[in-house]
C-alpha cells in the first residue's frame, strides 16, 4: 500500500483517504482542554478527517452529550489509581484495531501514556 501525505489528507493509490485521529485525555469534563478538544474536532474538515475520542478515566463527564451530538465516537477505559500499564495496552490495541494515522494526547497522558505506545 502506497501511501502519501498530501495537503488535503493522505492519499491512497491515487485516492483520498480520510485521515484518522485518536485523541486521548483523562476525562471530558468541563475545562479547558476539553473545549480545546471539542474545538479541535469541530473545526476539522470532516471529508478529510475521522475523529475519535478515548478517555481514560472511564468517566466522559457533562460535555459528553455535546461531542457526541457532533457525532464523535468517545471510547473509555477503566483506569486503575496510579499508573495502569494496562492502559498502554489497552490504547495500542485501539489504535491496531481502528488503524489510527494520528494520535494526539491532550494534558500529561502524552508523557504517561502516550509516548509508551510508540514502542
Avoid at 73 to 88: C, Y
Wanted: glycine content about 6%; proline content about 3%.
Amino acid at each position: 500500500m502506497d501511501l502519501r501525505i498530501q495537503g488535503k489528507g493522505i492519499r491512497e493509490s491515487g485516492k483520498q483517504k480520510k485521515i484518522k485521529i485518536l485523541h486521548v485525555t483523562f476525562n471530558i469534563r468541563i475545562g479547558v482542554v476539553e473545549q480545546v478538544i471539542r474545538q479541535l474536532v469541530s473545526n476539522v474538515p470532516p471529508d478529510q478527517h475521522v475523529n475519535r475520542l478515548l478517555c481514560i478515566d472511564e468517566h466522559v463527564g457533562e460535555i459528553e452529550e455535546q461531542i457526541r451530538a457532533q457525532g464523535l465516537q468517545v471510547h473509555t477505559l477503566e483506569r486503575a489509581p496510579g499508573f495502569d500499564l494496562n492502559v498502554i495496552r489497552a490504547i495500542r490495541e485501539l489504535i491496531k484495531k481502528k488503524q489510527f494515522d494520528l494520535v494526539h494526547c491532550h494534558q500529561y497522558t502524552r508523557w504517561l501514556y502516550g509516548w509508551p505506545i510508540t514502542f
